[in-house]
C-alpha cells in the first residue's frame, strides 16, 4: 500500500521539476509570443468595377463585378527576433454595414486575387507590406465586403504563428 503511494508521489515530484528546467514541454519560452504588428491599408478599402476579369462557371464564362486593392503591412519592433513571412490567405464575405450576411445554400462568393511583396524576411524594427488586388462576385449583387487576410509567420527558432487582419470594402 506504501509503494503505490509513494509512486505516484514521485512522479509529481519528478514532473514538477521537470517544469522548471529549460527546453521542458512546460517552457513558457517555446510560446511564441505577438511579434508580428499586422494591418490593412486603406481600411476601408474602395472598390471599382472590374471589366475585363473573368472566372468560369461549368462551361459558361462570367466577368467579376468588383475589384479593389489594399496592402498588408506586417511590423516588427526593434526588441523582437526576425521573422519570414510563409503564407498569405484571403478570404471573401459578402456584407452589409459591415456585418458578414451567409449566402443562401447553393450561392457563393467567387472571387480571384494576385499578391505582390518586395520579400518575405522581416529584419527587426522594418516591415514588409504585401499588395493585394481582388477581384469578387458576390450573391447579393452587391459590392460591400468584408475581406479577411491570414498572414503566417516564423521565426528565427522555428517558432511558428499566424495574424489575421480584417478589412472591409465600403458600400
Known amino acids: 500500500m506504501l509503494a503505490r503511494t509513494l509512486t505516484p508521489l514521485a512522479l509529481l ?3 514538477g521539476s521537470a517544469s522548471c528546467d529549460s527546453g521542458s514541454l512546460f517552457d513558457p519560452s517555446l510560446t511564441l509570443g505577438l511579434f508580428v ?3 490593412a491599408e486603406p481600411n476601408p478599402a474602395v472598390a471599382t468595377s ?19 486593392s489594399f496592402r498588408i ?22 456584407a452589409t454595414g459591415g456585418i ?4 443562401p445554400p447553393g450561392q457563393e462568393e467567387r ?20 499588395e493585394f488586388d481582388v477581384w469578387y462576385t458576390l450573391p447579393n449583387q452587391g459590392r460591400e465586403a468584408v475581406m479577411t487576410v491570414t ?21
Not at 473573368?54 to 466577368?63: A, C, I, N, P
Open 151 to 171: 498572414v503566417g509567420y516564423i521565426n528565427d527558432s522555428g517558432l511558428t504563428r499566424s495574424e489575421t487582419v480584417t478589412l472591409r470594402v465600403a458600400p
Open 13 to 15: 515530484a519528478a514532473l
Open 111 to 130: 472571387f480571384r486575387y494576385d499578391t505582390r511583396t518586395d520579400g518575405n524576411i522581416i529584419p527587426p524594427a522594418t516591415s514588409k507590406a504585401s
Open 50 to 68: 472590374a471589366a475585363g476579369e473573368t472566372f468560369m462557371v461549368g462551361d459558361e464564362t462570367v466577368e467579376f463585378e468588383w475589384k479593389t
Open 100 to 103: 458578414i450576411i451567409v449566402p
Open 37 to 39: 504588428d499586422v494591418t
Open 73 to 94: 503591412i506586417s511590423a516588427i519592433d526593434e526588441d523582437q527576433v526576425q521573422a519570414t513571412i510563409t503564407s498569405l490567405a484571403l478570404l471573401v464575405r459578402q
